[in-house]
């Protein structure tokens, strides 16, 4: 079994910069893909960023850029640094693990607003 917290979510004016952290326990493998997703109301879930197996990372197009996820494999953690943040960043962000099964976390409010 495996369990997601998330933490870092704020409100940040637009500009402003914001890391989110994610603590997984559980049975994690380096090989399993780690990263962040996010919602926004009314909207689908998104990808923001993703570590693949090997260490590279891919992102959704609306944060290349501006967002950046690095993955601590001995604490078990991801993170994503948010630099230059919009109000259309604004949502709800979720920390994911998938090896075979996916695993959500219970996600962060990121608001981003003057």
């Known amino acids: 079994q495996v369990h997601l917290v998330e933490s870092g979510g704020d409100l940040v004016q637009p500009g402003g910069s914001l890391r989110l952290s994610c603590a997984a326990s559980g049975n994690i493998f380096s090989s399993g893909l780690m990263g962040w997703y996010r919602q926004a109301p009314g909207k689908q879930r998104e990808l923001v960023a993703v570590?693949?197996?090997?260490?590279?990372?891919n992102y959704g197009d609306s944060v290349k850029g501006r967002f950046t996820i690095s993955r601590d494999i001995t604490k078990k953690a991801v993170y994503l640094q948010m630099k230059n943040l919009k109000p259309e960043d604004t949502a709800v962000y979720y920390c994911?693990?998938?090896?075979?099964?996916?695993?959500w976390g219970q996600g962060t409010q990121v608001t981003v607003s003057s």
């Open positions: 570590t693949t197996t090997g260490g590279m990372a």
């Open positions: 994911y693990y998938r090896l075979g099964t996916q695993y």
